[in-house]
């Protein structure tokens, strides 16, 4: 039973990304055209085929390897068993040699005929073996041809725009040929040539023909990349697409939910494009839940008493105040009062902070100290402070 892990020079835990690496390097290195009238690199360029096409699907895979630990613990067995074997056979084999043989007339004309009939049995062998090579070489080449007309029309239907079809033509191949190389080259090579088309488009501005093709991308990349979806994801809130771009970002938020940035760009379409403020606070909650823990693991549970606001990153500071407009919205005007206290630890300087929570206090009822956050929020540039002042500052 042939080993594919020493086949593809790989160890037994090699992972998808170093299975395929090694199969795209020695079937680059033994490729036929390569190594022209080499019948070795062509019987090694069909295993690494073979070994590839086993262990880069998880089924097959499982399988190869039950067998194969099967089979060495049986080799093992075997070579013990038949070396024991064969000694019986020599020993017997001795006892009924042991007499003298007689170089008679009729026994050279046994071994003649023997060895005649053996000339004749060999010579038919060879000349139907050499046949049925030559037949099966003939029919190689025309599987050759006929693969490469295939390939011609996968990408004249990718030249002429039709690419998710260029992408179905090629699959629906690959599925019926899984040993032929030309196929997964085609479409490794489409993949590429549209990735760059998206990404120029993007490069462009021109959004609606790169979300396009991201979405092709999207359907036939295996895995689909963080990059593509985060592509995907700008297209289509740069064109309102908002539904859309939610459902991509949290998309993406499965894949890394640890990504701070994801949660806030996510409470944020939903608070300000949506208008859907309780999702909104679902997950800028889950942003300050985060953010707790982050700056527990840097500074200490007592992080507010320890960290210096200034090296805090802005996102924060903007989590806090996206915040309080959702509890606002809410009416839980006692969080939102939370919310900028922390929006204004963390950026003393600047007005929103002060504002919104002058708004909180007044819808919790809260009158004592309103008038000093509206003069801080005045002193720092915020706008429509006049009207409040007049209001709740008599």
Known sequence: MPDFYTLLEIPRNADS???????KRLAFHYHPDLNPGDAR???????????????SDPIKKSRYDARLNSFQGYTDYSEAHWRAYRHQ??????QAHEKRYTFDREYFKIQGLA????????????GLIHTVNYFYALKQQEEARQNALLVNQVNALFTSGQ?????SMVSSLMRQYPFEYRFVIAYDSLL?????????EFDESNLGMSLSHLKIIKKYEMPTRFETLRRIAICQYNLTQYDSALLT???????????????YQIGLINLVNTNNAAEALEYFTLGKRMFKESLSRKYGEAF?????????PDIYYDLFEARARANLILANYEEAITDCNWAVFLRPKKAEGYKLRALSKAGANQYRTLCNDLQAARQYGATGITELQSQYCR
């Open 17 to 23: 990304t170093q299975i395929r690496a090694a199969y």
């Open 89 to 94: 056979q020599y020993q017997r084999w001795r």
């Open 192 to 200: 590429e040539e549209l990735r760059k088309k998206a990404d120029r």
């Open 163 to 167: 690419e998710d079809d260029a992408f």
């Open 41 to 55: 690199a062509e019987e090694l360029f069909k295993q690494i085929n073979e070994a590839y096409h086993t262990l």
């Open 304 to 312: 507010e008493v320890v960290m210096n606001p200034a090296d805090a």
């Open 249 to 263: 970002l949290k998309e993406l938020h499965h894949v890394q939910p640890w990504n701070f940035e994801l949660v």
């Open 115 to 126: 060895f005649l009939t053996f000339l004749i049995i060999a010579g038919f062998c060879y």
